[in-house]
């Protein structure tokens, strides 16, 4: 790569990075810093008491699981963040399992799936909930790649439904209607 290729497209770069080149995944990286910051901090915002894990650690993981994974087959802006929500998410699911086998006698508490689901996770068995709607989330996803895209991206990533329109390249109305099916689904499955 020249110093040359650091000046090309976006979906350039996310091309040669899923072939394996590492500079221009840092490039991507260098590009998408804040917006990739502004996911982990939506994301975060429910954790202020986590001392373990804050915005930038939660990005420069992301990063370093970014740089080892053997499928980063990302195509466009639209896949990356799609693929960054992924990895955001399975980074706090692993922390919050992690936290739970520190502790004993935790009980699952009844919830209600709505958009503000992020802020209810503050409550002490907030690692619980979150396993629960990723366990919940796998099953939609084994149903519907779609609908779990659109959680994924509203509720992992604090996307609005206007962004993960743009993001999928679908309207605000459809985003809409998919995140009302995905909710009945996964309130069912949690209760």
Request: charge should be neutral.
């Amino acid at each position: 790569m020249t110093m040359n290729d650091l000046d090309l497209p976006l979906t350039h770069l996310l091309q040669l990075a899923a072939t394996g080149e590492r500079n221009a995944l840092d490039r991507v990286f260098t590009v998408l810093y804040p917006d990739l910051r502004k996911i982990a901090h939506a994301r975060l915002r429910v954790h202020r008491d986590d001392a373990m894990l804050n915005t930038t650690v939660l990005v420069n993981e992301s990063f370093l699981r970014f740089v080892n994974a053997s499928q980063f087959v990302v195509t466009d802006r639209k896949h990356f963040f799609a693929f960054a929500a992924t990895i955001m998410r399975n980074i706090i699911i692993d922390l919050a399992r992690e936290r739970l086998t520190h502790r004993k006698g935790n009980g699952a508490v009844p919830l209600e799936l709505n958009t503000d689901l992020a802020n209810q996770l503050v409550a002490p068995n907030g690692e619980t909930t979150l396993i629960r709607v990723h366990d919940a989330l796998l099953e939609l996803e084994a149903l519907d790649k779609t609908l779990a895209q659109v959680v994924e991206m509203r509720f992992f990533a604090g996307y609005t439904e206007h962004e993960v329109g743009e993001l999928m390249g679908i309207s605000e109305k459809t985003v809409r209607r998919q995140w009302d099916k995905a909710r009945a689904f996964l309130l069912a499955s949690l209760q």
